[in-house]
């Protein structure tokens, strides 16, 4: 069964500093990987996706993320963040024969102080 | 374009009174995703319709819980008799053409008093 772990359900950055969300997957087939980001009272938007092409992907508002096989990983980076980013974020798995079912790890909420 | 629509929006109700969500996916899209939302189990994938027919339903949490969708602009997610437990934001998420790429709603809050 695919899964995702995201490590630390908090994460507290600094206006200007870097931002790093971890999580890894579990799937036993090549997976499709995701982050999305949750904006209080809102549904989730897609920030980046990695489906098998470039292992360095990028996404919106300067988030990108590496895939990693040997690690197991798809750690979501920023270079400096902004108040703006501060939301929960989502990864998230799919495998190429599920339809778009989507499997989503527990969320981390990122706080940004100024 | 509309995004994804859900209704209503906030609802109150008593235990074991008949709740019913709905909602309308982007046009075009032809698989539809009921998930729930709680602060203690996160992100919960109930059901999932492709062409409007159930694939899986196995996150259904039971019999008081049901979903249809009669056609392709349309699904509710029924719950009866209602709970406390089932207090949570309820979510709706259609798919483009490109695998997992999910719009979601804005989401439908319940609480169950």
């Given at each position: 069964a695919q899964s995702v772990t995201q490590l630390g359900s908090h994460v507290s950055v600094s206006e200007g500093a870097l931002v790093l969300l971890r999580c890894n997957y579990s799937s036993s087939v090549p997976p499709y990987l995701f982050w999305y980001v949750q904006y209080p009272n809102q549904g989730l938007q897609l920030l980046l996706k990695y489906t098998?092409?470039?292992?360095l992907v990028k996404g919106i508002n300067g988030f990108e993320a590496e895939f990693k096989k040997s690690e197991t990983s798809f750690h979501l980076t920023k270079p400096s963040a902004h108040m703006s980013d501060a939301a929960e974020y989502f990864c998230a798995v799919s495998d190429?024969?599920?339809?778009g079912k989507l499997i989503f790890g527990q969320g981390t909420e990122l706080s940004v102080k100024p | 374009d509309a995004g994804v629509i859900q209704s209503p929006r906030h609802e109150v109700t008593e235990m074991g009174q008949e709740v019913t969500l709905r909602c309308k996916p982007i046009s075009g899209h032809n698989s539809l995703f009921w998930y729930r939302q709680t602060m203690m189990r996160g992100l919960e994938l109930l059901i999932y319709f492709n062409n409007n027919v159930?694939?899986?339903?196995?996150?259904?949490?039971?019999?008081r819980f049901s979903a249809k969708m009669?056609?392709?602009s349309f699904s509710t997610l029924k719950i009866?008799?209602?709970?406390?437990?089932?207090s949570a934001v309820y979510f709706c998420a259609s798919i483009s053409?490109?695998?997992?790429?999910l719009f979601f709603g804005e989401g439908s809050r319940l609480t169950v008093l």
């Open positions: 098998s092409a470039a292992t190429h024969n599920q339809g | 159930p694939i899986d339903d196995s996150g259904m949490p039971e019999d009669p056609n392709a009866q008799p209602s709970e406390p437990r089932d053409q490109e695998p997992g790429e």
